[in-house]
C-alpha cells in the first residue's frame, strides 16, 4: 500500500467518524513522514467540550497609561483582548511640555499600540475607532471609526464583551468657563503640543513683520498659562528656556516684547507638592521673569483678550492681552463616560466609582482605571457591627485584644486607612488605640463593647484620600488588574483576599493599593524639583540629573519608545553641571568617599554610554 493510498483512507475515517474526540495516525517511510490530525468538529462533536475552550472576550477601550500598561502584562491566553482606541499610540504624557517646545521629539515619546499588541502571546487586535456608548445591561460597546479612518465617520458597529476595561482616561477640564474651547490650547495629547510648538513660532514670526505696532508685538508674544499644577509650571519653564535660549537669537527684534505670564486660581502653585518646592518654584520663577498672578480665577477668554477675577478684589474683573493661552487646569470627564455614569446612578460623580478591585459599582463584568475612575475606599464605620462580630469569635458580646490582634491583618489590608491612621497617631500596636479609647488600662486586660469599639475607630474614616489622577496611579492599576486577569481561575479555587466580613470566605484578591514612588518637577534652566516617598526633598540642579537618569532609564526599558537619541541630547546639559552636583552633593552629610562611590561609576556610566553611542552613529553613517 503506497502513503498516497494510506492518507487517502484515513482522510475518509474521519469523514465517516466525525464524532472521535481525536485521532492521529503516524505513517513513518524510508526518508520521510505523514501525520493525519483530526479534531471534534461537526455534528458529532460535543458542545460542553466546545463552551469549555471558547475564550473570554475582554474588551479594553483607551491606550494611555492605564490600558498600556494592562496589555504589557496581560499573559493569560484564556482570553481574547479586543483595544479599541481613537489614538493608535501610547505616549509618554510627562514629557508632552518638552515636545512643545522641541526639547523631546514626539516620536520619541510614543510607541505604537500594534507594535505591543504584536508583541503579545496571547489574541490581542487592535481597532482605531472611538466608543460612543457603553451598554452594560446587553455587555455591549457601540463604536465608530475615526473620521480619517472611514469614508463618512457614520460606521457604526458593535462589540460584544465579556470583561469590558474602561481606560479612556479625561479630557481638558474647562469649568464651562466661556470662549476656552474656542481660543485656548490644551496639553493633554502630542498633536495638542505640537500644534502649541506651531503657534509658538507662527507668534514670533508674526510679531517680526514691519507693518505692526509695539503695542500689537507685545500682544502677539504673551503667552498666557493657565493653571499652576506641574503641567502648567514645566511648559512655563520649558516655554522661557525656549525664548531666551533660543528663539531671541533667531528673532533679536522681538526680545523686548515677550512676557510670560502664570495664572493660578490659588494662593500657590505646585499645591500637591511639600511647601519647600513650592516656595523654590516660586522664587525661581520671580527671579526668570515669569509674571505668576495668584488668585486669578479666569471668567472668560475671547480671541485676543483673557478676563480674570482676582480673589478678595470685590469681585473685579480685569482684561489681559495675549497672543497665546495654554488651559492646564485639571481634568474633565468624557461625554460617553458621563452617559455611562447616568445609566448606573452615578451622575453625581466626577469619575467612575469603582471598588477597591477596580470593578465599577453595580457592574461585577466591568473595570475602570486610569483618570475616567476613582476608587471609593468603604468606610470603617459602614462596616463596624460586620468587624466587631467576625472578630468576637467566642460570642462573648466584647472584644480583646487577642481577638482583635487575630483580624488585624485583614483589616489593614481591606481599610487602608486603619494603619494610616495609626501611622499617623505614632502607635505601634492597634492595642494603642484600643486603649486610648477605654482608658488608662494595661493592654492585654482591654475588652470592648461596640460602643467601644466604635469610638476607638469613630475618626480612622478621616484620613481616606482619594489617588491623584496621575500616570503613576493608572500604570500602577493597569498592571494590577492584569494580574488579577492573569491568575483569575485560580484565585477563584483559592481566595488570596482579606475576610469577608459581610459574607463567608475570603475575597479572590487583595485589594489595589497605590505605591507612591515620588514625582519630578522640571522648572527650567537645568534645575528640577523632586519630592521622592520618606519626606525626601531635592531641589536645584542635583535634581535635574536624576531626572535625566530616569530619561536613561526609559530609554534603556523603551518605554514609551523614549529612544536613545534623545539621551544623549541631554548629554551636554547633564555633563556641564555634574562637576558642580559633587561639590554640591558633597556639602551635604554624604561625605567624600560616599560621593566618590556613587558618582564615579554613574559618570563611568555615561562616558561608555557616550563612546558606545558614537560609535553606532560611525557604523551607520
Given at each position: 500500500m503506497n502513503s498516497l493510498s494510506l492518507i487517502?483512507?484515513?482522510?475518509?475515517?474521519?469523514?465517516?467518524?466525525?464524532?472521535?474526540?481525536?485521532?492521529?495516525?503516524?505513517?513513518?517511510?524510508?526518508?520521510?513522514?505523514?501525520?493525519?490530525?483530526?479534531?471534534?468538529?461537526?455534528?458529532?462533536?460535543?458542545?460542553?467540550?466546545?463552551?469549555?475552550?471558547?475564550?473570554?472576550?475582554?474588551?479594553?477601550?483607551?491606550?494611555?497609561?492605564?490600558?498600556?500598561?494592562?496589555?504589557?502584562?496581560?499573559?493569560?491566553?484564556?482570553?481574547?483582548?479586543?483595544?479599541?482606541?481613537?489614538?493608535?499610540?501610547?505616549?509618554?504624557?510627562?514629557?508632552?511640555?518638552?515636545?512643545?517646545?522641541?526639547?523631546?521629539?514626539a516620536r520619541s515619546i510614543v510607541e505604537p499600540i500594534r507594535s505591543i499588541v504584536r508583541k503579545k502571546n496571547i489574541d490581542v487586535s487592535y481597532w482605531e475607532a472611538e466608543c460612543f456608548k457603553i451598554d452594560a445591561e446587553n455587555k455591549k460597546v457601540h463604536c465608530r471609526p475615526n473620521p480619517d479612518s472611514s469614508q463618512n465617520g457614520k460606521e457604526e458597529f458593535v462589540v460584544d464583551y465579556d470583561y469590558l476595561v474602561i481606560a479612556m482616561g479625561g479630557r481638558p477640564n474647562t469649568f464651562n468657563t466661556p470662549g476656552v474651547v474656542e481660543n485656548c490650547n490644551f496639553l493633554k495629547e502630542v498633536e495638542d503640543a505640537q500644534q502649541i510648538r506651531q503657534s509658538v513660532i507662527n507668534s514670533f514670526e508674526k510679531a517680526s513683520l514691519p507693518t505692526l505696532s509695539d503695542e500689537e508685538r507685545k500682544r502677539i508674544l504673551h503667552f498666557v498659562i493657565v493653571g499652576g499644577g506641574p503641567t502648567g509650571v514645566e511648559f512655563a519653564a520649558e516655554l522661557h528656556d525656549f525664548v531666551n535660549e533660543d528663539l531671541v537669537k533667531l528673532y533679536p527684534a522681538a526680545k523686548d516684547f515677550v512676557k510670560i505670564t502664570l495664572l493660578e486660581a490659588s494662593d500657590h502653585i505646585l499645591n500637591m507638592f511639600d511647601k519647600r518646592i513650592t516656595d523654590f518654584a516660586e522664587s525661581k520663577f520671580q527671579r526668570d521673569g515669569i509674571d505668576m498672578k495668584l488668585g486669578s480665577m479666569v471668567v472668560k477668554v475671547s480671541d485676543k483678550e483673557i478676563s480674570t477675577k482676582v480673589r478678595g478684589n470685590s469681585g473685579e474683573i480685569t482684561t489681559i492681552p495675549y497672543g497665546m493661552v495654554v488651559w492646564s487646569t485639571g481634568i474633565g470627564t468624557h461625554p460617553v463616560i458621563k452617559d455611562f455614569?447616568?445609566?448606573?446612578?452615578?451622575?453625581?460623580?466626577?469619575?467612575?466609582?469603582?471598588?477597591?478591585?477596580?470593578?465599577?459599582?453595580?457592574?461585577?463584568?466591568?473595570?475602570?482605571?486610569?483618570?475616567?475612575?476613582?476608587?471609593?475606599?468603604?468606610?470603617?464605620?459602614?462596616?463596624?457591627?460586620?468587624?466587631?462580630?467576625?472578630?468576637?469569635?467566642?460570642?462573648?458580646?466584647?472584644?480583646?485584644?487577642?481577638?482583635?490582634?487575630?483580624?488585624?491583618?485583614?483589616?489593614?489590608?481591606?481599610?487602608?486607612?486603619?494603619?494610616?491612621?495609626?501611622?499617623?497617631?505614632?502607635?505601634?500596636?492597634?492595642?494603642?488605640?484600643?486603649?486610648?479609647?477605654?482608658?488608662?488600662?494595661?493592654?492585654?486586660?482591654?475588652?470592648?463593647?461596640?460602643?467601644?469599639?466604635?469610638?476607638?475607630?469613630?475618626?480612622?474614616?478621616?484620613?481616606?484620600?482619594?489617588?491623584?489622577?496621575?500616570?503613576?496611579?493608572?500604570?500602577?492599576?493597569?498592571?494590577?488588574l492584569a494580574n488579577c486577569f492573569n491568575r483569575m481561575e485560580e484565585a477563584e479555587k483559592n481566595p488570596e483576599g482579606p475576610i469577608r466580613f459581610r459574607e463567608e470566605g475570603r475575597h479572590r484578591f487583595r485589594p489595589f493599593r497605590y505605591k507612591h514612588l515620588g514625582q519630578f518637577a522640571p522648572l527650567g534652566g537645568e534645575q528640577a524639583a523632586a519630592q521622592l516617598p520618606g519626606d525626601w526633598v531635592s531641589?536645584?540642579?542635583?535634581?535635574?540629573?536624576?531626572?535625566?537618569?530616569?530619561?536613561?532609564?526609559?530609554?534603556?526599558?523603551?518605554?514609551?519608545?523614549?529612544?536613545?537619541?534623545?539621551?544623549?541630547?541631554l548629554w551636554k546639559g547633564f555633563q556641564s553641571h555634574l562637576?558642580?552636583?559633587?561639590?554640591?552633593?558633597?556639602?551635604?552629610?554624604?561625605?567624600?568617599?560616599?560621593?566618590?562611590?556613587?558618582?564615579?561609576?554613574?559618570?563611568?556610566?555615561?562616558?561608555?554610554?557616550?563612546?558606545?553611542?558614537?560609535s553606532i552613529t560611525n557604523f551607520v553613517e
Open positions: 487517502k483512507r484515513a482522510s475518509r475515517y474521519f469523514d465517516d467518524y466525525p464524532s472521535l474526540a481525536k485521532l492521529v495516525v503516524v505513517c513513518t517511510i524510508t526518508g520521510g513522514g505523514y501525520v493525519a490530525y483530526a479534531d471534534a468538529s461537526g455534528t458529532g462533536g460535543s458542545p460542553s467540550v466546545l463552551e469549555e475552550i471558547k475564550k473570554k472576550k475582554v474588551v479594553v477601550l483607551g491606550t494611555g497609561w492605564a490600558g498600556t500598561s494592562f496589555l504589557k502584562k496581560l499573559d493569560n491566553p484564556s482570553y481574547d483582548v479586543q483595544v479599541i482606541s481613537p489614538r493608535n499610540y501610547f505616549a509618554f504624557t510627562p514629557l508632552l511640555p518638552s515636545v512643545t517646545c522641541g526639547t523631546v521629539e455614569m447616568q445609566k448606573i446612578g452615578q451622575s453625581n460623580r466626577r469619575a467612575l466609582a469603582t471598588d477597591e478591585w477596580l470593578r465599577v459599582e453595580g457592574c461585577d463584568s466591568i473595570y475602570a482605571l486610569g483618570d475616567c475612575a476613582t476608587i471609593n475606599q468603604r468606610k470603617v464605620m459602614e462596616d463596624i457591627a460586620a468587624i466587631f462580630n467576625k472578630a468576637d469569635k467566642d460570642n462573648s458580646g466584647t472584644l480583646t485584644v487577642k481577638e482583635f490582634r487575630e483580624v488585624i491583618k485583614d483589616i489593614c489590608e481591606r481599610y487602608p486607612q486603619v494603619e494610616l491612621y495609626l501611622k499617623n497617631k505614632k502607635m505601634r500596636d492597634i492595642a494603642d488605640l484600643l486603649k486610648m479609647a477605654k482608658g488608662d488600662v494595661a493592654k492585654e486586660a482591654i475588652e470592648l463593647n461596640i460602643e467601644e469599639f466604635k469610638k476607638a475607630l469613630s475618626e480612622v474614616d478621616s484620613q481616606m484620600k482619594n489617588h491623584p489622577a496621575t500616570a503613576q496611579v493608572a500604570a500602577q492599576q493597569g498592571t494590577y531641589i536645584g540642579r542635583s535634581s535635574q540629573w536624576l531626572w535625566y537618569s530616569q530619561a536613561s532609564q526609559l530609554a534603556h526599558q523603551g518605554v514609551g519608545g523614549f529612544r536613545l537619541d534623545k539621551t544623549f541630547r562637576s558642580s552636583s559633587y561639590q554640591q552633593v558633597a556639602r551635604y552629610s554624604f561625605g567624600r568617599i560616599i560621593v566618590h562611590t556613587l558618582l564615579t561609576p554613574l559618570w563611568q556610566c555615561w562616558n561608555n554610554l557616550l563612546s558606545y553611542h558614537r
